[in-house]
């Protein structure tokens, strides 16, 4: 999977959610800098919760 991440504004979300779901990935938009630590976590606290897919 591709997890996606957009920062700003100058970014194309229709672009990088397409990536995400075309790989199992995820997209994530980061509005401002103070919120980046959090959205990386997000993606590493999901990836780390699954066990077993497509099994």
Do not use: K, N, R, W
């Given at each position: 999977?591709?997890?996606?991440?957009?920062?700003?504004?100058?970014?194309?979300?229709?672009a990088?959610?397409?990536?995400?779901?075309?790989t199992?990935?995820s997209?994530?938009?980061?509005?401002?800098?103070s919120?980046?630590?959090?959205?990386?976590?997000?993606?590493?606290?999901?990836?780390?919760?699954?066990?077993?897919?497509?099994?």
């Open positions: 999977p591709v997890h996606t991440f957009g920062f700003g504004s100058d970014h194309d979300p229709e990088m959610l397409s990536i995400a779901e075309a199992g990935g997209f994530c938009y980061v509005q401002e800098e919120t980046v630590q959090h959205a990386f976590a997000q993606c590493i606290g999901g990836l780390l919760s699954v066990v077993a897919q497509e099994v």
